[in-house]
């Protein structure tokens, strides 16, 4: 079955978000996440991760250990990432990163991406309102839920096509470190040569204050 894609506005309502806007850092705010975002790791380690940017969670054997790293601090957003010890199991990269609508209040989108050697095609997104002190879960599709490696394919690819592309890629979001105001959604494909079947290898979704845009384009893993 083929799967379409329009490429156009995501509205976001406004009056579903509450709270006054408060200087928080973005350390406070990764302190506020729900305890899913930090797997194995409590406020006090949150806390020891921050002022040292390192922290193992310990464990009975050495080779369960977890090793937690701060990567990068902006103003509005923040990268860690946990890793086994050992180098064994999967590495979970994650990102939280701050929107502000034209009336002044704040939200923030957070993201978990899986080691794509081992879990391919595997990420969450999700969306909090900064409320005082808290984060609480936002349900409005800010952006769609159920992307994956169709919205990039070209209308008549074939179905063998499809279904290798299916198996071979993975896709992943990046919160933008480097600018205030995207979301980078990009397909990774086996070879250069699948490229041929797409439409573009990166969707730019550009918060514009009210909603998101996004535009499909070809991009350079260093762009």
């Known amino acids: ?66 090793d937690y790293t701060i990567d990068t601090v902006t103003k509005n957003y923040i990268a860690y990432e946990f890793s086994n010890s050992k180098g064994r199991g999967t590495n979970e990269n994650y990102e939280l990163k701050r929107f502000k609508f034209s009336n002044g209040k704040s939200f923030v989108l957070f ?17 909090y309102d900064i409320s005082g002190n808290s984060l609480i879960e936002n349900f409005q599709s800010f952006i769609p839920e159920d992307l994956d490696y169709a919205v990039f394919l070209k209308f008549g690819t074939p179905d063998s096509i499809r279904t290798y592309l299916e198996k071979t890629s993975y896709y992943t979001f990046d919160l933008d470190a480097r600018s205030d105001d995207k979301v980078i959604y990009r397909i990774i494909v086996k ?13 730019v979704f550009n918060w514009t204050g009210t909603m ?9 893993d260093d762009q």
Request: charged residues 25%.
């Open 111 to 127: 993201s978990k991406t899986g080691d794509p050697r081992v879990h391919s095609n595997k990420y969450i997104l999700r969306a």
């Open 212 to 220: 998101f845009t996004n535009t499909l384009l070809f991009r350079k």
């Open 191 to 203: 070879s250069e040569k699948d490229e041929k079947w797409l439409n573009g290898n990166t969707m």
């Open 1 to 66: 079955m083929k799967r379409f894609f329009t490429t156009g506005l995501f509205l976001v309502g406004l009056f579903n978000f509450s709270g006054t806007v408060r200087a928080q850092s973005m350390y406070d705010l990764f302190l506020q996440l729900p305890a899913y975002c930090t797997p194995g790791l409590n406020n006090s380690g949150r806390k020891s991760l921050i002022k040292d940017t390192e922290y193992t969670v310990t464990a009975s054997k050495e080779e369960d250990e977890i």
